[in-house]
């Protein structure tokens, strides 16, 4: 297994950028519908984070596993990663991106969490693994990699 | 979730899909994201004029972790980024860069300067490079004469160069 993190930041973070992608994902679903937003979810888990979709198409879960710790902890969510024989299991209990339009906008886009569901999706598509993500509640969520039966 | 982190790079795929669209549907957009940041930076400007502006970027400068230098004198706020994060992170990307990438910037805040009154002059040097020079001015004229300084003029919905 590789210890690379291609993706990996450093520096501050600017949460605003989360109302941002809210706004975006209205603007296009009200245009050109769901399946135009889920497209481009597709391009960014194959193409924009190639790297993480490439190991996992060679059977390697380590840098999709340490880019969530990197990037769930620089946002300060609420989480905890359990890495068992059969599954990976992601939980987020507080859910930085989501709590933050929230407070934002009042109530975030119903397709919000499209962003982490659709991407998960493209990440595994072609490999040996599937990622089911389940919303359990409002910016909360359990995110499961599994190996393809 | 996608990270904040990695906006930059999902915006570079959304503004590939609408440029295919057509270039009505990409200043659509910008006007879309125009209203969003309202809520970020008209008070402040309407309020405080350049120095809820200066307050507003400095705030930005830290955030989004900008090699920046800010200016402001009576007459002039100006920005002077000597790199950019954002296109910085669109083009260390595993994904193709969009070519007009640095359009989005004038593209949003230039409806806001609009509509509160200011004059921009966006100057984007080059799009291939993470630096660009942002003056806003209270006087039209004096943002006219400096145009004339310019290397690449930035237009906006609603204003064509």
Redesign the interface.
């Known amino acids: 297994m590789s210890e690379h993190l291609r993706y990996a930041e450093g520096g501050e973070v600017h949460l605003d950028f989360h109302g941002a992608t809210n706004t975006t994902i209205d603007f296009i679903i009200s245009r050109y519908g769901v399946e135009a937003m889920d497209a481009i979810f597709k391009k960014v888990g194959k193409d924009v984070y190639r790297s993480i979709h490439d190991d996992l198409v060679a059977g390697d879960t380590g840098q999709l596993v340490r880019h969530w710790r990197h990037f769930f902890s620089r946002e300060n969510c609420d989480y905890d990663i359990e890495v068992g024989a059969d599954e990976i299991v992601l939980t987020v209990r507080h859910c930085t991106a989501w709590h933050h339009v929230a407070k934002l906008v009042g109530t975030p886009s119903r397709h919000f969490c499209d962003q982490t569901t659709r991407t998960n999706e493209a990440l595994a598509e072609g490999s040996p693994y599937a990622i089911d993500t389940e919303i359990t509640g409002p910016g909360a969520c359990r995110q499961v990699i599994r190996r393809r039966a | 979730?996608?990270?904040?982190?990695?906006?930059?790079?999902?915006?570079n795929?959304?503004f590939k899909?609408l440029e295919s669209?057509g270039e009505d549907?990409l200043q659509?957009?910008f006007l879309?994201?125009s209203?969003?940041?309202e809520?970020?930076i008209l008070e402040l400007i309407e309020t405080k004029g350049l120095e809820g502006m200066e307050e507003y970027w400095t705030h930005?400068k830290?955030?989004?972790?900008c090699d920046m230098d800010i200016d402001r004198n009576e007459d002039r706020l100006e920005l002077r980024m000597n790199v950019c994060p954002s296109l910085s992170k669109v083009m260390d990307?595993?994904?193709?860069p969009m070519g007009r990438y640095c359009d989005h910037c004038a593209g949003w805040i230039g409806p806001i300067f609009d509509k509160t009154g200011y004059h921009l002059v966006y100057d984007v040097i080059d799009r291939k490079k993470p630096q660009c020079v942002m003056r806003v001015f209270k006087d039209a004229a004096k943002a006219k004469e400096a145009e004339k300084d310019v290397k690449l003029l930035m237009g906006w919905p609603g204003h064509k160069v």
């Open positions: 979730m996608i990270p904040s982190d990695h906006f930059t790079r999902f915006y795929e959304v899909f669209q549907q659509a957009y879309a994201i209203k969003n940041q809520k970020h930005i830290i955030e989004e972790n990307n595993d994904a193709e």
